[in-house]
């Protein structure tokens, strides 16, 4: 178990309960999240070490996991991922300005982006630790991802691209992990990382219902200013942020359950539309952003 006395992302002791809310995947357990008043950010108090958490990952509608398609949220997961990997892979040309280059994915699950990047042209490496995403991306494309302990393993300098889609959220070597992912980052690469806002509308609608919170394998819950703050604590910089419109409705989809023990379509899609519309006026609000990040190049300080 991890307790924490000061902030995991800033190192603050201005920390206090915020909220408890349910593992409705696994084992129904109740966790505490804690909130910093200095960086913004919230975290799970008392999660599952690092060797004790994959038990909180052993179900089947872990969907990056199991790349199940059962039941109906699932399945409409995997009906829109297609536009979705393609806007990935847009995106990551467009910020990189370049049509293929070395690209790391860290958290891949089964492989499917890393699939869309390398029939995109890219050079692809993923890493993976549970061993039966890592079979399924064999399965499914004869990708080979590597344990995510390799990552300390790869060549400085060595990737135009990373990409986290929905995984630092669950890193237990916060800090570690970026600073190795800036080592590895090109000088003129590119750093993207996708995570939940809890600022969002349907955030503040669900409350501890709130799907994204997913305790306890989501250990931090990061909101644009704390993401700013960890970002410079690691000499990287934010570029850009960008949306990510799907997740506020499947997110909204989950929530209802959550909340009221059945689905509501319709309430879901109300609110997951709001949310949209309020993050057209500040991307920020949005219910997932994807992070683009830079290197600071040595010498300057992080703007």
Not at 27 to 32: H, I, L
Not at 82 to 88: M, Q
Not at 181 to 196: E, H, M, N, Q, T
Not at 266 to 290: E, H, P, Q, T, Y
Request: hydrophobic share 40%; with cysteine; charged share 20%.
């Amino acid at each position: 178990m991890v307790h924490y006395t000061a902030c995991p992302i800033c190192h603050s002791t201005s920390i206090r309960p915020q909220l408890t809310a349910k593992d409705h995947t696994v084992s129904q357990s109740d966790f505490v999240i804690w909130h910093c008043d200095k960086c913004s950010a919230r975290f799970t108090q008392d999660v599952p070490g690092q060797e004790e958490i994959g038990a909180y990952y052993a179900s089947e509608d872990y969907i990056s996991h199991s790349d199940t398609s059962k039941g109906f949220i699932n399945n409409l997961y995997h009906r829109v991922r297609k536009r979705t990997l393609a806007s990935k892979r847009n995106l990551v040309n467009r910020e990189t300005k370049m049509q293929k280059g070395a690209l790391l994915d860290v958290g891949c699950g089964t492989g499917a982006f890393l699939n869309t990047m390398q029939e995109a042209g890219w050079k692809v490496t993923g890493l993976e630790p549970d061993l039966k995403a890592r079979k399924k991306a064999a399965d499914l494309y004869g990708l080979q991802p590597l344990p995510p302990e390799t990552l300390f393993n790869l060549a400085p300098a060595s990737f135009q691209a990373i990409t986290m889609w929905h995984v630092l959220e669950h890193v237990h070597e916060l800090h570690a992990y970026l600073d190795q992912l800036s080592k590895l980052l090109a000088p003129d690469g590119r750093l993207f990382i996708a995570v939940p806002n809890f600022t969002s509308y349907d955030a503040s609608v669900y409350k501890e219902f709130w799907a994204a919170y997913d305790v306890p394998r989501h250990l931090y819950h990061f909101s644009p200013i704390s993401m700013e703050k960890l970002l410079s604590l690691h000499q990287m910089k934010l570029v850009a942020c960008k949306p990510m419109w799907f997740d506020s409705f499947y997110v909204a989809l989950l929530s209802e359950k959550y909340k009221n023990g059945k689905g509501n379509i319709f309430g879901a899609g109300w609110r997951g539309l709001i949310s949209n519309l309020k993050a057209m006026v500040d991307v920020r609000k949005c219910s997932s952003v994807i992070y683009v990040i830079q290197k600071v190049s040595e010498g300057s300080e992080p703007s």
